[in-house]
């Protein structure tokens, strides 16, 4: 533990025990696999493990008492916003709301309330979820903030077949198993990309590189700078995921709402370290092995590789633009007009929207990125505003 690590808030006796078994759990499927997992195959483990990962098991997660704070809990006219999109698709297609990855549920229950007041509910709203604890939750909010609605949701296990609407996810993306490639440095006589993956050290996990031996992989590397060292996240599972939407969608629209860059901008010489950081308590961690299952391990997302999974797999792209851009179009700011304005709860509301929309803060980092499937009519409320498909 480095000394800025040694400064953070210990976990509860409980949760240093859960991440002690995950730990163990981990070491485990190494011994199996010969002693060494792809770095992909460690964070699905560290993140996803029943009872035990960090998203399966009991970690607080969201908000001020988590690890880290999304835009559905920092204000109800986000999702309020992507109402308008929803709205206007469901108007053309009929149909459902797929929610991948809906956390909280406060998302799901902010779209469900505009929809309403729109008089625009779908048929139904379901909601994919890996964590079963994260089900839990989701149900938990939306009896609390929108119960006459709870028996519009239903939670899935699969992706459906054949499914006609707006599938969506905010910060699903940056969340799945990444591989982690390195370029080899001049001693190891070696000028080839490397695989980073785990092994079992004395001190508890280390980094171990091995040469490539996955076409796909090594194929993705071809645009990365050679430069020894040079380490990047290559974001295979994603890739795949945006291949099961497209294959799961009949007819509508797949809205994704994520912190990433276009390919140039997130293979750049200088972002020589990649993107790979964990969160623990509102801090920012470097190390991946810290308390597993206690820190959430996150990449930002190559938008430029779920265009072209995209497009390999017969979607259109609709629209990919910032998130301020988006929220802004979707009438986040029309939104606000409607609360009173000499309440602290405007006060609030004005602090949020300028969270969600400046350029220093969540506005230009954050993405959105849409692709459609049989959709013949107007472009949607928030893919109207500044279009930046050239840069993917
Ligand atoms: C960073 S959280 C975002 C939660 C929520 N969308 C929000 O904005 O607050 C990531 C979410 O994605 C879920 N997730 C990750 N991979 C998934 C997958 N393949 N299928 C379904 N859910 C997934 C996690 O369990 C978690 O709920």
Not at 66 to 76: H, L, Q, V, Y
């Amino acid at each position: 533990m480095n000394p800025q690590q040694a400064q953070l808030p210990a976990p509860s006796a409980e949760a240093l025990i859960a991440s002690q078994t995950l730990c163990q759990h981990i070491a485990e499927q190494i011994d199996a696999a010969d002693g060494w997992i792809s770095f992909a195959d460690f964070m699905r483990h560290a993140m996803y493990t029943p009872g035990l990962g960090y998203y399966s098991g009991g970690a607080t997660k969201f908000g001020g008492a988590g690890d880290f704070i999304t835009a559905p809990e920092i204000s109800p006219l986000f999702g309020g916003s992507v109402a308008a999109t929803v709205a206007h698709i469901l108007a053309e297609t009929g149909g459902g709301v797929l929610e991948i990855g809906a956390g909280t549920g406060q998302l799901a229950a902010q779209i469900l309330a505009e929809l309403e007041r729109r008089n625009a509910l779908p048929e139904h709203y379901a909601i994919l979820e890996l964590s079963g604890q994260l089900r839990e939750r989701q149900r938990q909010t939306l009896h609390t903030l929108v119960p006459h609605l709870v028996a519009k949701v239903q939670w899935l296990d699969a992706l459906p077949t054949d499914f006609v609407g707006v599938i969506l996810g905010n910060e699903v993306l940056d969340a799945m198993p990444c591989e982690l490639v390195q370029f080899a440095d001049e001693e190891s006589g070696n000028s080839e990309w490397q695989q980073r993956g785990v092994t079992v050290s004395q001190d508890g996990f280390a980094m171990q590189n091995r040469p490539i031996s996955d076409a796909k992989l090594l194929a993705a590397c071809t645009p990365l700078p050679q430069i020894p060292l040079y380490t990047s996240e290559i974001h295979l599972e994603a890739q795949g995921f945006i291949a099961a939407l497209a294959a799961s969608l009949q007819r509508g629209l797949i809205l994704l709402i994520d912190y990433g860059f276009p390919l140039r901008e997130y293979y750049h010489p200088e972002r020589s370290m990649g993107t790979l950081i964990g969160h623990y308590r509102h801090h920012t961690i470097h190390d991946p092995f810290f308390y597993p299952g206690l820190t959430d391990l996150t990449c930002h997302v190559d938008f430029t590789a779920m265009y072209t999974a995209a497009e390999q797999n017969q979607l259109s792209l609709e629209g990919y633009t910032s998130q301020a851009s988006f929220l802004l179009d979707a009438g986040i700011l029309n939104l606000a007009e409607q609360l009173p304005t000499e309440s602290i709860d405007y006060m609030k509301t004005a602090a949020a929207i300028q969270k969600l929309t400046t350029h220093a803060e969540m506005g230009e980092i954050f993405k959105v990125i849409a692709f459609s499937k049989g959709l013949t009519g107007d472009t949607a409320p928030g893919l109207r505003g500044r279009d930046r498909s050239g840069e993917l």
